[in-house]
């Protein structure tokens, strides 16, 4: 059979599409959504299947209508609650973890007893046509009170559900605060109206609430709360979506909202309308009647029958005279038209009405499918409207908002991002004279004053940056004059401690050494024997002589001891070590016959024993040298003379002095060029600079190679300052060493063979004579140059 639309069709096909709308949005954009709204899709989807199942109830005058509304309606109820539940616990912020945890498994156990119950008292009831709901369900009214509880079980437990839900969410009203308790209560109030209806629902299955009255609330309430679900969704921070999207679902929700309102009045109107239609027919006919009429003219009735002669008047269908005993025990109704069915065919569905003529009980019956067609019309009518309407918001969009609105929104979110990604010369180009304009232009007056602020804070980061490099620098240098200060300090200290300590042993030890080399010369013969010149000479001959091989060495040592053994010597094996130790390894044959008397062989010995002992000597007196030296470069490199003690110096003297004293000790081979432009005088002190033109020429004969070594010394007289260079062509100084070599107590030498001193002691003197001094290296070419100003400056 063709579905006949109901009034009410209308405003669940416009449901359908509404939540059809949300779900398809909020399914495509998944991914993007937080936990808590991510479980408003089952909700929608559950909405959705109960709109279907509402719209195909009210449009199909159908007995399987029935199955749709058990077995689809009630169970899309009840998940939807359930889903409800949860959207309620997780809304804005999960407070209750465990609640909602155990009322989940509660209430999905009770949902599927319910749905079972439901479903298998589905099967002991009769489908009727329900002529308040004007659709066929089942039975409503059964005497079992089985029966009875599987009708109240999905109202029931819904009840309960949503009973839950509300306290959660008044719990969570009262913990927020701002925004999000204002959104709570908005989603209270939607879950509060399910709740009304769930409970409405079940009055109605008691017979204690009017089922056109429930289902009129059923249709307004759903409305409202579908349209507070939307709106307070659209209203979530967490919800991401477009301005355009939300412009739209608000368009869409007030024009249903709109034409729902509109309809409500329609259909109450039309319904109004057809039946004062059918009671001025009613009143036509019992007018005829009175007349006398046997047989009246109708327009609508089907059936006009005499009960209480029990004949029809009109019968346009096939009833019989039984059914006249059926309607003679149905309560009649004389104000007001009903519905009623006489069988489970939709053909046997009218309005009915009783009156009185000429003293008769008269029964009149319309049939409900003309009310139907003409309801048809209607709501197609609204249909069409509602789907044109929706075309015309979607056709316009880019007219009313896209351009207005949405294509500005998007130009200034990609400046925004622009300026994120640091472009500070974006500008949005929004020519509009509205809010959007306005925000526009102070978007591009702030990244002005942002560009302005950033290149001014570049510049002061710069000048901060060169500022605080220099700081630390400075810091640096500060700091490592403390450290000098500090090593200075402590080596003031050493010094003096040193110079106490030392010097005394050092001076004893220096005179035993005269003593014992006065005492050596002075216990020498007057007159020597031919022995004394012959041991005198061996000695002499081979202590400059060179070390033989290890392997021959062994040989000699041998072959020598043999011979001093030959030669009756008391200790032989002690006497070749001594002789190998200064390099005698062997006893020529001229040298033999010393060993052929026993005075020849105590004054080899003797003589041998007074070399030794000069030998010796000779290394105590160097070691002592040394020790002076160090303790004299301590002393000078803690210590600088009063300037006031300065004197007139003639610089050339004093290199010329230096040059002399030490010429004697200085490697051979050198050859030293030193030339003088003038004689320049200086206020200083002699000693230092002494110290100064020592330390600088010995370090250059120490570089210099053992064949070819060249040093030029060269003294200049300039306008204001006497300019000193010393140059050689040693191998030079390694570049990474070159910064270091006048910090105190840097030295690449062995050991003990430098203090690390000499080079930081001439700076220091140098600069103590407000002069300065400079060092150029390469290979085969270092240069010192030394400047020390004037006396006359």
Not at 23 to 42: H, N
Not at 743 to 754: A, D, H, I, R, Y
């Amino acid at each position: 059979m063709a579905p006949l639309l109901n009034l009410y069709s209308f405003f669940y096909f416009g449901l359908c599409l509404v939540s059809g709308i949300a779900f398809v949005y909020f399914m495509a954009r998944k991914e993007d959504l937080t936990p808590t709204f991510r479980g408003l899709l089952l909700p929608l989807a559950c909405l959705f299947i109960w709109s279907v199942a509402w719209s195909i109830c009210n449009s199909f005058v159908a007995p399987w209508t029935a199955y749709v509304f058990v077995f689809l309606k009630n169970p899309a109820i009840l998940i939807m609650g359930v889903s409800a539940s949860q959207l309620a616990f997780g809304f804005q912020v999960n407070s209750f973890p465990r609640w909602k945890n155990w009322s989940h498994r509660i209430h999905i156990l009770l949902a599927s007893v319910a749905i079972l119950a439901n479903g298998t008292g589905f099967f002991f009831r009769e489908i009727l046509f329900d002529p308040k709901m004007e659709f066929y369900v089942p039975n409503q009214h059964a005497s079992s009170t089985i029966i009875q509880l599987s009708i109240l079980s999905i109202a029931g437990v819904l009840c309960l559900i949503l009973g839950n839900t509300i306290i959660v969410l008044i719990a969570k009203y009262f913990r927020f605060e701002g925004s999000k308790k204002r959104n709570t209560g908005g989603f209270l109030l939607a879950i509060f109206g399910i709740l009304s209806l769930s409970f409405a629902d079940i009055l109605v299955d008691l017979n204690y609430f009017s089922k056109p009255t429930f289902l009129f609330l059923l249709t307004n309430l759903t409305i409202i709360i579908m349209t507070i679900i939307i709106l307070v969704s659209l209203n979530q921070e967490t919800i991401p979506s477009t301005v355009g999207f939300k412009i739209m679902t608000f368009n869409l929700t007030v024009l249903y909202l709109i034409l729902s309102i509109v309809a409500n009045f329609l259909f109450n109107r039309f319904r109004v309308d057809f039946q004062n239609e059918m009671s001025r027919e009613k009143h036509s006919i019992k007018t005829q009647l009175e007349l006398g009429a046997t047989y009246p003219f109708v327009y609508l009735s089907e059936l006009v029958i005499d009960i209480q002669d029990q004949n029809f008047r009109i019968n346009k269908t096939d009833f019989t005279k039984d059914y006249i005993k059926q309607i003679q025990n149905r309560p009649a109704t004389f104000e007001s038209f009903k519905v009623e069915s006489f069988s489970n065919d939709p053909s046997s569905i009218y309005w009915t009405s009783d009156f009185h003529a000429k003293n008769h009980h008269f029964f009149i019956a319309i049939p409900y499918i003309e009310y139907r067609n003409a309801v048809h019309q209607t709501v197609v009518w609204l249909i069409v409207t509602l789907l044109f309407s929706l075309f015309t918001i979607f056709m316009l969009y880019p007219v009313l908002h896209k351009t207005s609105i949405v294509y500005p929104l998007t130009r200034l979110l990609a400046g925004i991002r622009k300026m994120q990604a640091g472009d500070l010369l974006v500008t949005v180009k929004v020519s509009s004279r509205d809010e959007i304009g306005e925000l526009s232009n102070s978007f591009n007056e702030m990244i002005s004053i942002v560009r302005d602020a950033r290149l001014q804070l570049e510049q002061k980061i710069e000048e901060r940056t060169e500022s605080l490099n220099q700081s630390i620098l400075e810091l640096k240098e500060t700091q490592e004059q403390l450290l000098q200060a500090e090593r200075m300090s402590t080596l003031g200290k050493i010094a003096a401690s040193v110079a106490h300590e030392i010097n005394n042993p050092l001076a004893a030890i220096k005179g035993s050494i005269q003593f014992i080399k006065d005492g050596q010369s002075n216990v020498m013969s007057p007159k020597k024997s031919e022995h004394d010149f012959l041991a005198e000479k061996f000695i002499a001959e081979f202590k400059n002589q060179k070390r033989s091989e290890v392997t021959s060495r062994f040989k000699r040592k041998k072959e020598l001891i043999a011979f001093f053994k030959s030669k009756s010597i008391s200790d032989p094996i002690s006497l070749a070590d001594t002789c190998f130790d200064f390099n005698i390894e062997t006893v020529p044959e001229e040298y033999q016959t010393l060993f052929d008397t026993e005075d020849g062989r105590n004054v080899f010995q003797s003589q041998l024993n007074d070399f030794v002992i000069g030998f010796h000597l000779g290394i105590i007196e160097t070691a002592v040298e040394r020790a002076s030296k160090i303790v004299f470069a301590l002393k000078h490199h803690s210590y600088s003379g009063p300037k006031e003690s300065q004197k007139l110096l003639s610089l050339k003297e004093g290199i010329d002095s230096v040059l002399s004293m030490y010429s004697t000790s200085w490697k051979q081979n050198i050859e030293i060029d030193w030339k003088v432009s003038g004689d320049p005088v200086i206020l200083g002190h002699a000693d230092e600079l002494v110290q100064v033109w020592t330390n600088l020429i010995y370090n250059s004969i120490q570089a210099c190679p053992k064949e070819g070594g060249k040093i030029r010394i060269l003294l200049q007289e300039e306008v204001s300052d006497a300019r000193v260079t010393i140059e050689d062509n040693g191998k030079g100084i390694p570049e990474d060493i070159l910064p270091r070599i006048f910090e105190p107590f840097f030295t690449t030498k062995e050991l003990g063979m430098g203090t690390g001193l000499g080079l930081s002691i001439v700076q220091k003197i140098i600069q103590n004579h407000n002069g300065s001094i400079q060092v150029e290296s390469q290979p085969g070419k270092t240069l010192f140059s030394i400047r020390i100003p004037l006396a006359k400056s």
